[in-house]
Each structure stands twice: as C-alpha cells, then as structure tokens.
C-alpha cells in the first residue's frame, strides 16, 4: 500500500510569512496526526483529526496555526505568521482508526526554515 | 500524563556489539509502548509495541525490548549491531487529550563503528 505522503518537502521562508503543507494519509485510514518535531527533541502532537474532526488541538498555537481535513481525507497544516521558533520539521502520521494500539504510519515529513 | 524519559541522548557501539538503549516510563495505568527508529530525512518507522500480550517484544531488524514494570522500564536491545543500524531511537507511550496520540521522548543517537 501506498505510505503517508507529506509536501513539499523542504520550505524556505522568512518571519511573518505565511506557509502550509499538505498530507495525504494511507488510504482508508481515519485518524490523521500532525506532530511538530524541532531539531534535537522528540515529535509533538499539534493536532489529531478523526475522519473530518478534530479531537485534540489542546497544542496547537491557535494564534498562528490552523489545520483541516475538509474531507476527512488529505489535510493541511498552515502557519500565519510564522516565528523563528516554528523551525522544525512537520510530521504527518495516520491510523487505520485511531485505537491506542493501532500503529501510526508516517511521512517523510516537511522540513521548514524560517530566515 | 504520561510520559517517557530515554537516558543518554547518544549511544556508541561497535558493530556486533550489543545495543542497548534506556526507555523509563510514567504513567498511572498500565501503558501502550512505542519504539521508533527514524533516519536522515525520513519519517518514523514502527520498531515494535507493548500492548500487555507478552513482556518481551519482539521487534524488526533483531530488535526486541522487555517491559518491567517494576522498574517502569521498556528497555530496546539488540544482541548484535550492523553498520545500518545507525539512526535516532524514539521511545513513546500513547497519551494526549483523545488518549492515542504518541508522546515521545527525545530520542537516542545510535552511533555503529567498524
């Protein structure tokens, strides 16, 4: 079967630009994650969607990201305006249907710059 | 909440040697535990879970790792390191808000050399 496919999947930008990848889960799979992963340190949960909803957003910084999976489908993360902090590389994962014990497959990722 | 802690940010070993790389967990129940393995410019991959069946876990590529709880420990080893074995090592529990996210730790270097 066909993997998580994340784009693009390097981004250059400067602050207080705006920028947004896109995922496309494993076909079938209902849960879909996006997890924030800065250079050193471990991934970290952003926002978990359940078909088209979102059941965790509780990390998300609001005030600059959004995120959507209209058709419960693809999804895509955005950030507006972006900070020097938010370099890192972003994660996609999905799941067949989000049991704790299903495993998560993820992308390649996206890795973004902010000059 | 739940949360693992990996000690030693970076592990080196010589090839054939054995790997061994620390995973402590807390957590108020009985927890689902995550080993990954993630390489330059890649994604995570799925080295084995935890999910209560068996306390030694048997994983991909001669991985495996004993959950103890009475260490709270899920400790990731292999008997025999390869040149190819070299990447980052994710320990991570299911967590967050909806109860199946992951939470991971920092990670572990695994350094091989000939």
């Known amino acids: 079967e066909a993997g998580v496919a994340q784009s693009p999947r390097y981004k250059i930008i400067e602050k207080r630009q705006s920028v947004a990848f896109w995922c496309n889960p494993i076909?079938?799979?209902?849960?879909l994650y996006w997890y924030q992963q800065i250079l050193g340190q471990g991934p970290k949960l952003l926002i978990q969607?359940?078909?088209?909803?979102?059941?965790?957003d509780s990390q998300l910084p609001k005030d600059r990201f959004s995120a959507e999976r209209l058709k419960g489908v693809d999804s895509t993360l955005k950030i507006q305006p972006a900070k020097l902090e938010d370099s890192a590389v972003y994660l996609c994962?999905?799941?067949?249907?989000?049991?704790?014990?299903?495993?998560?497959?993820f992308g390649d990722g996206t890795r973004l710059s902010i000059l | 909440a739940q949360s693992v802690t990996q000690l030693g940010s970076h592990v080196s070993v010589s090839e054939g040697a054995l790997v061994l790389l620390r995973c402590n967990y807390s957590?108020?129940?009985?927890?689902?535990l995550f080993w990954y393995v993630q390489y330059p410019n890649q994604g995570l991959q799925l080295l084995l879970k935890?999910?209560?069946?068996?306390?030694l876990v048997k994983g991909i590529n001669g991985f495996e790792a004993e959950f103890k709880k009475s260490e709270t420990s899920f400790h990731l080893t292999k008997p025999s390191a390869h040149m190819s074995d070299a990447a980052e090592y994710f320990c991570?529990?299911?967590?967050?808000?909806?109860?199946?996210?992951?939470?991971f730790g920092k990670g572990t270097t695994l350094s091989v050399s000939s």
């Open positions: 935890y999910t209560s069946a068996a306390t």
């Open positions: 991570a529990v299911i967590g967050g808000q909806a109860g199946t996210a992951l939470i």
């Open positions: 957590s108020s129940v009985p927890p689902y």
């Open positions: 969607f359940q078909n088209n909803g979102v059941v965790d």
């Open positions: 076909s079938g799979h209902a849960t």
């Open positions: 994962a999905s799941s067949r249907d989000g049991n704790s014990n299903q495993p998560q497959h």
